[in-house]
């Protein structure tokens, strides 16, 4: 395959973890849910991890409406401080946003004083006709706006979790460039995917991401794509950092110097036979000391995990106290989702905490009042509940 950026270099995949439904595609009964390939690879010239076949994009259309996605916030008061320090930011000054995921963001901006201000309207200014859509249709629609000069312009647009999901990130870009005043910036926010593939952290991969960025991918890409770096950041987080780069376009030919050599990656198919082997054996374990194992939580991340690793047989029971999913069936399996009422009548779990780690915390804390014997362990490598480390 032909790399999703340069369109030059031919990428390598490094791994293909098999077919697998789209995670949001709840369904009540037997329904047969489509799969597709998934696989990771990587482009030697412009140092980019990218999926290596793209799901349908139709495919990742939400079929409920109340499929979304948050992001961990506890940096933006630092990054709206930060971009009001930019040399041309003032009172004056439009700040804006191209999705629902720049709300919060731009609220800061408003208790600040700073009311000129705007979110792209999916219906108004995209012409999205579907209420149910997310990221898929708007990035979509962005990259596809033949006179997107018609938009309002602004001094400030905050691209918050989006480039990741961009099936033509070039003309993407490009009409966010159009998008903004002269002297102007665009403020990108990405996950970074710089331990998770160094430590084989396979609740990274989601179908809906096509680019895994680390920092010196996402600065040669921001850099090739014809943006000055005005600032950069790596915002740590438990489970997983943030990369932020404020840009400005550039007006010169002069160009970042990155070492773009190889970073160390350790998904392969070999690593990936021996993690699925050591995982089934620790669960059986468990299983002849007559626990129930259950997973908690039915985000992509949780859903990645069953389905790269093959846990489906070996699960029990999948809990999600979101009343909107109670008795569905978890996207490609026959597993029904149940509140956690469910588990005040066991006496024996294993759980798998599939949530982000503020959830952890508070579903321990719920778990622990039931006083049964139980056993936490979690999908993400960087808890301190990681199964494979106990393995």
Same mark, same amino acid.
């Given at each position: 395959m032909i790399c999703k950026f340069c369109d030059i270099q031919k990428t390598s995949e490094l791994i293909n973890f098999g077919s697998f439904p789209v995670c949001h595609k709840f369904s009540k009964g037997d329904k047969k849910i489509k799969t597709f390939k998934l696989g990771l690879s990587y482009c030697d010239d412009c140092?980019?991890?990218?999926?290596?076949k793209p799901f349908p994009l139709n495919e990742l259309k939400p079929i409920h409406n109340w499929i979304n996605y948050n992001e961990p916030e506890e940096h933006l008061d630092n990054l709206v401080n930060t971009i009001l320090k930019l040399k041309y930011v003032n009172k004056k000054s439009t700040i804006s946003g191209i999705s629902y995921k720049e709300i919060s963001t731009i609220r800061r901006f408003s208790k600040k004083g700073y009311n000129k201000n705007w979110i792209l309207n999916p219906f108004k200014d995209l012409r999205i006709k579907n209420k149910k859509h997310n990221l898929e249709t708007i990035q979509k629609r962005i990259s596809s706006i033949k006179?997107?000069?018609?938009?309002?312009?602004?001094?400030?647009?905050?691209?918050?979790?989006?480039?990741e999901h961009c099936y033509d990130i070039k003309r993407f870009i490009n009409n966010l460039k159009k998008m903004v005043k002269k002297n102007g910036y665009i403020v990108f926010e990405v996950p970074?995917?710089?331990?998770? &593939?160094?430590?084989?952290?396979?609740?990274?991969?989601?179908?809906?991401?096509? /680019?895994?960025?680390? @920092? #010196?991918?996402?600065?040669?890409?921001?850099?090739k794509a014809g943006f000055k770096i005005e600032y950069f950041e790596r915002y740590k987080y438990s489970y997983e950092s943030i990369l932020i780069a404020i840009v400005s376009i550039k007006n010169t030919s002069e160009k970042l110097s990155i070492d773009?050599?190889?970073?160390?990656?350790?998904?392969?198919?070999?690593?990936?036979?021996k993690d699925r082997l050591v995982i089934k054996k620790k669960i059986k374990k468990y299983k002849e000391k007559n626990y129930n194992i259950c997973m908690f939580g039915t985000g992509h991340s949780a859903l990645t995990f069953i389905n790269?690793?093959?846990?489906?047989?070996?699960?029990?029971?999948?809990?999600?106290?979101?009343?909107?999913?109670?008795?569905?069936?978890?996207?490609?399996?026959?597993?029904?989702?149940?509140?956690?009422?469910? &588990?005040?009548?066991?006496?024996?779990?294993?759980?798998?905490?599939?949530?982000? /780690?503020?959830?952890? @915390? #508070?579903?321990?804390?719920k778990i622990n009042k039931l006083n049964l014997k139980v056993k936490y362990f979690s999908v993400y490598k960087n808890s301190k509940y990681n199964f494979l480390k106990y393995a």
């Open positions: 140092n980019l991890f990218q999926i290596s006179n997107i000069k018609k938009l309002k312009k602004t001094d400030v647009l905050i691209v918050r979790h989006i480039l970074d995917c710089e331990q998770s &593939l160094l430590r084989r952290d396979y609740v990274m991969m989601w179908e809906e991401h096509i /680019f895994y960025f680390t @920092k #010196k991918s996402f600065l040669n890409l921001l850099d773009l050599s190889k970073p160390k990656v350790f998904f392969n198919n070999k690593n990936l036979d790269i690793l093959k846990l489906e047989k070996q699960i029990d029971m999948i809990i999600d106290d979101d009343n909107n999913k109670i008795n569905m069936n978890l996207p490609g399996s026959s597993l029904k989702i149940k509140n956690s009422k469910i &588990l005040q009548n066991m006496n024996k779990i294993l759980i798998f905490l599939g949530v982000n /780690f503020e959830s952890e @915390k #508070k579903i321990v804390k």
